[in-house]
């Protein structure tokens, strides 16, 4: 019988290294970062001291930043290979941090889109984990799903340069980090569909402020920044004037395949714990594994996490062979999201009250699982660009 734990895909198919590197960082992640989680999932500046560590471990294992380009100092692997073992980098949600891969969108971005002074500056401190950076899309007031709407606005200053002014929130890191990539509108009115653009703001500049933290279901890491008059050298802005929602748009592509493989290895934990709380626990009427209707969480948890990682391995097929993969892409997002937020639920169901207590990574898993379905873009956005791209397809204009 194939082990459920495994892809059920058979993992003979996959590349012999990449399967040796993902063995031994499932090893650095269930050994080194699951035991100190809730150390991590605290914040402050013990988490930041246990971060710290981790990332000097992983250097010393030679397992830093694995995805990143070996010319800036990272492991050189190959998107596709990196994919191998992003799902067990993943199954924590501060493996990407610890084993320093989270900088993979934000090197991606700067490589195609930076000026050679930003890609000079920045590039290889990035990669060194010594620069970090965050994202800052979605505004108070604003509908997230409507980025025409932005209302942060980037004013040519006499001088060269731009002034940026607005607000932004739920800003991942924007706490720690020292830069952080801001939309905003350099030309025309909210609402038009041209004039957005992308700028690399250095958050030690004056008019840059952290407003306040903004937990999510209990747990830190958003938070609302306001940008006051922030000037911003020329040369940090992103593509060109007007660029932002193509910039965006493939960082998007390659951000959300990474979230689902990252949800495919959480879900693949909580699978794990749920059986094994079932075959070694008993309920009121004897074992839990020979109740059928736990046995129905099994199978159901089973079933959603093995039809939801085709769905993602072909986006990643795509992206990796430079491909369209907006539609495998927005049917992964939803499928992984979903499948997460069930599995970690059915997994808390089946160890009762100790599931949401402190004592086990679920109550983690679940609050990353409900967040899924909304951040990167709420499931209902992707499900209508998607069925709207197929019904085109069929002739239906729309
Ligand atoms: C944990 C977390 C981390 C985040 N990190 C970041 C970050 O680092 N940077 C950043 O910029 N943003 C970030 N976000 C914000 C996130 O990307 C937005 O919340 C998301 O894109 C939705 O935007 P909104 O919240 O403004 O919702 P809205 O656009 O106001 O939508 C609200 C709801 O309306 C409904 N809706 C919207 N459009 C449609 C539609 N077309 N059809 C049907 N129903 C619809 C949906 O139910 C949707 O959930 C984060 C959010 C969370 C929760």
Redesign the pocket.
Known sequence: MEDPRTDGAGSARREPEAAAWGERVARFVRGRVFPRESVLDGGGPEAAEALAALRAEARAEGLWALPLPAALGGGGLSFGAYAELAEAEGASDHGPAALGSAPLLDVTMLARFGRPEVREAYLKRLVAGEVRT?????EPG?????PFRTATRAERHPDGGWLVTGR?W???GAAGADLVTVMARTSGAAGDREGLSLLLVPTGSAGFRVVRELP?LGAPG?YEIALDGVRVPADHLLGEPGEALAIAGERLQLGRTLRCLRWLGQAQRAFDLMCERAATHDGSRGPLADQQLVQAHVFDALLALRTTRPLVREAVALIASGRDARTEVGLAKVAAARMLQQVADSAIQIHGAAGLGPDTPLPALFRTGR?AR?????D??HI?AVARRVLRTYGRAG
């Open positions: 965050c994202y800052a899309m979605t604003v509908p997230g799903t409507d932004k739920f800003t991942s999510v958003q967040a909304i951040l990167d873009g709420p209902e956005l209508t």
